[in-house]
């Protein structure tokens, strides 16, 4: 079953312990055990929970206190799970970064990075933070990182980075002042030309329309616009 960040995120809590699975019918809320989805019962449908609710503070510091988290769930998911929360979900440039170089955590972050780098997976570099080898297998677990430990999300900006810079250098001088002489520059039109014209990382202007493909990509025109408006 397909999951969003998020419900995955409520599903370890859940399998945790530290949050209740929640079903409502007839106007009446249900609680659901976790180890109920995993039984195998009477080959009835196993019900999956509508919501989900954090159980008080109090009760979750007993819980975490009565174990260790490797016996309910591994680490790497349960880091995972908040990851995709984390650098994935919520209001653009809130997310916490992936990437292998020195950041410094927004408020709602700061206290859970704290308890990672404690605990080994992120080093200290002055006031900021840098996620380590440690983190590996749960960033893997996210699809955040290629199995170099290398941040994939940051590869493709630097493709993307190298190819429009590329893109706007090798334009014929034509194209751009049919395209870039007025001000604000469209943004459509250059998705367009890309999909006509911008193959193989070069440009292309014969009138063989079989090369004239539905690719057209729009970072890459607005990365384009970007460079050409002085925006580095």
């Known amino acids: ?14 399998e945790l312990e530290i949050a209740d699975g929640l079903l409502r019918k007839n106007n009446q809320t249900t609680t659901i ?16 929970p ?12 007993e819980i975490l206190s009565g174990c260790s988290l490797g016996e309910k769930v591994s680490a790497v998911k349960l880091i995972s799970s908040y990851l995709l929360v984390a650098c994935d979900y919520g209001e653009q440039n809130s997310y916490m970064p992936t990437r292998r170089s020195p950041f410094s955590p927004q408020a709602q972050y700061k206290m859970e990075i704290e308890a990672l ?38 590869i493709e900006e630097e493709r993307l980075e190298a190819e429009a810079r590329l893109a706007w250098r090798s334009m014929p ?12 520059v469209a943004l459509l039109p250059i998705v367009r030309l890309l999909a006509r ?18 690719r057209g990509n729009p970072k890459l025109a607005r990365r384009i616009v970007e460079i050409a408006s002085g925006r580095a």
């Open 33 to 48: 055990p976790f180890e109920q989805l995993s039984s195998s019962g009477s080959g009835e449908p196993r019900p999956y």
């Open 50 to 61: 509508a919501f989900f609710a954090i159980k008080p503070e109090a009760g979750i510091r």
């Open 197 to 214: 014209a911008w193959h193989d990382d070069r440009w292309s202007f014969d009138d063989n329309s079989e090369r004239i493909t539905l």
């Open 117 to 154: 780098a404690y605990h080994g997976f992120a080093d200290r570099v002055g006031s900021e933070f840098a996620w380590n080898d440690k983190i590996g297998d749960a960033m893997r677990a996210a699809a955040f990182w290629n199995t170099d430990n290398h941040c994939r999300g940051q």
């Open 1 to 14: 079953m397909f999951q969003s960040a998020f419900t995955q995120a409520c599903s370890t809590l859940w």
């Open 173 to 184: 001088e034509t194209v751009r002042h049919a395209y870039f002489s007025k001000h604000p």
